[in-house]
Each structure stands twice: as structure tokens, then as C-alpha cells.
């Protein structure tokens, strides 16, 4: 039978240095589901996705995608698995010497399989698809940054990857750009049959279309399930986070020692 986990976290301990950032975490992604991870600013959820594509590696525990053991893969093993991911990465990371349409163009030209005319029309396609083929030929520097985060989307959909990563794709939208993007996030999971990971802070548009979340916090999971379970949980952290609540066991600063001890007051 075929695993209905595409991708997991069995027991994760990661750090960056001294810094734990996942305390022993498991996260199953399920095959055809969208899966969200949410959590406070800086609580590793980027983090998570570059250990499920293999750009982090686990201190400790075992990280699986598409029945592979991650820790296990050569490099050229990994570079195969990553064929099959697209990742939307939190900072666009847009080429910025390539306009728009050679962005979307470039991961379908890395291996010369396609005629540039099929991969014409898979660009437009894609750039349609984010409302955005009317800027096909912009120059990547002239893009806002809403509009960058929505080619940097076209890009990771190029592909048809089995498994997309989508690190804040709402950031810097407009309410009519996120209810469509919202609504398009959920067409490309159920029509194209892609698994999604969706890491957002935009509660009502990740919950309307979410199937599994998971709340992370200072190394843990501090709530998972449906997005109904969740709203209707009783613990304090899950009904701060999800209302947006200002106090509350979830602290707004950064760990730091007391401002006098800083100041010398
Ligand atoms: N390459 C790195 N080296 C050292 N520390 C890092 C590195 N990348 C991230 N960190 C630290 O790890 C923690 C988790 O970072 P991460 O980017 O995963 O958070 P995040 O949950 O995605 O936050 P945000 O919601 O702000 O994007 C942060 O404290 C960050 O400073
Ligand atoms: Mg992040």
C-alpha cells in the first residue's frame, strides 16, 4: 500500500549552532492534503520547510519525502528529489537578471527536455493562472513585491511539482489578490493533485483552506489538528495564537536580559 505520508518528521532536533529551533518535532504531511504550519515570527517554520527539501540537515530524528530518507541522499540524490518540489521561498528569491516569463521559464529549461514553444505556453499559462501575464516581459526589478511573490509562485508551480512548499505566499497582497490566491492555492492542490506545505501567518485565508495545521513554538508543537479542532480548542496558546490575542502565554519579545542591565540605568 502506498504511504498516505508524503513527507515526515519523525523525532526532529534541529539547531543553528547552540540554537534549538525543533525540540524532537513530528509533522506528517499527508498525500493530497494541505498541510499548514503556523507559528510566532522566528519559531523555525522556515526552518521545517528547508529541512523537508534537504537544505538543513537533522541533528537528530529522520526526516522522509517521497519514502526517502533525507540524511541518507547523495547530493545528486537530492538534487533527483527536488525535481519533484516546488518552493515558493519567503523572499521571492526571483532571479533578478531575468524578466518575468524567464523566471517561470528557467526551471523548464534546466534540462532542455521541452521545445521552447510548449514551454511558452506553460509559462503564460502559469503567469495567467497568478493574474499576471500581462507582465510577462517586466523587468524583475520593477515588480512590487506583491506581484514578485506571485511569479515566484508561478516559478514553484512551473513543473507541476508533486509536493509544493509555500513559504508566505499572502504576505504583501492586496484583500482581492489574497481571496483569489486563497481560492487558486486550493485549485492547484485539488485539481492537480499537489500536496501542499503552507507556512502563514493569515489565519482566515490558511484555515479556509487548510486540511491539517500544526502551531509551533519555541521548538515544539503547541497545537495541531483540523482547522475546526483548533478554533474550537480550549488551550490558552492555541486561542491566543489564532485570535491574535495580546496577552497570554505567547510572548511578543525576543528573549533578551533586562532593558536597564542594557542601558546601565
Ligand atoms: N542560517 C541561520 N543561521 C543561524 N540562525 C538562523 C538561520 N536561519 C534562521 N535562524 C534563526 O532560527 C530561528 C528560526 O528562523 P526561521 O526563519 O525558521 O523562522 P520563521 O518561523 O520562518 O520566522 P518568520 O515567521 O519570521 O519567517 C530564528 O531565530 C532565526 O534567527
Ligand atoms: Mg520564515
Known amino acids: 500500500m502506498e504511504n498516505e505520508y508524503l513527507a515526515q518528521l519523525k523525532n526532529v532536533t534541529f539547531g543553528y549552532n547552540e540554537k534549538l529551533i525543533c525540540n524532537s518535532i513530528n509533522l506528517n504531511i499527508k498525500r493530497g492534503q494541505i498541510t499548514a504550519i503556523m507559528g510566532p515570527s522566528g519559531c523555525g517554520k522556515t526552518t521545517i520547510l528547508y529541512l523537508i527539501t534537504g537544505f538543513n540537515k537533522a541533528n537528530e530524528g529522520s526526516v522522509t ?60 499559462m502559469k503567469l495567467e493562472a497568478v493574474g499576471l501575464r500581462g507582465a510577462k516581459d517586466f523587468a524583475t ?44 492555492i486550493k485549485l492547484i492542490n485539488k485539481t492537480l493533485q499537489i500536496t501542499i ?16 495545521v500544526y502551531l509551533i513554538s519555541e521548538g515544539r508543537i503547541m497545537g495541531e489538528g ?28 525576543y528573549p533578551a536580559v533586562p532593558i536597564a542591565q542594557e542601558l546601565n540605568i
Open 65 to 124: 519525502v517521497f519514502g526517502e530518507k533525507i540524511e541518507q541522499l547523495t547530493r545528486n540524490q537530492l538534487f533527483q528529489i527536488r525535481h519533484n518540489m516546488g518552493m515558493l521561498f519567503q523572499s521571492a528569491a526571483l532571479f533578478l537578471d531575468l524578466n518575468v516569463f524567464d523566471n517561470i521559464a528557467f526551471p523548464l529549461r534546466e534540462f532542455n527536455l521541452l521545445p521552447e514553444s510548449m514551454i511558452n505556453d506553460i509559462v503564460l
Open 141 to 184: 526589478q520593477n515588480l512590487s513585491g506583491g506581484m514578485k511573490r506571485r511569479v515566484a509562485l508561478a516559478r514553484a508551480i512551473a513543473c507541476d511539482p508533486a509536493l509544493l512548499l509555500l513559504d508566505e505566499p499572502f504576505a504583501g497582497q492586496d484583500p482581492v489578490t489574497m481571496g483569489v490566491l486563497t481560492h487558486l
Open 197 to 212: 506545505i503552507l507556512v502563514s501567518h493569515t489565519i482566515k485565508n490558511t484555515f479556509e483552506i487548510a486540511d491539517y
Open 226 to 253: 483540523s482547522p475546526e479542532e483548533l478554533i474550537n480548542s480550549q488551550d490558552l496558546w492555541v486561542q491566543q495564537f489564532i485570535q491574535g490575542l495580546p496577552d497570554g502565554p505567547i510572548h511578543f519579545r
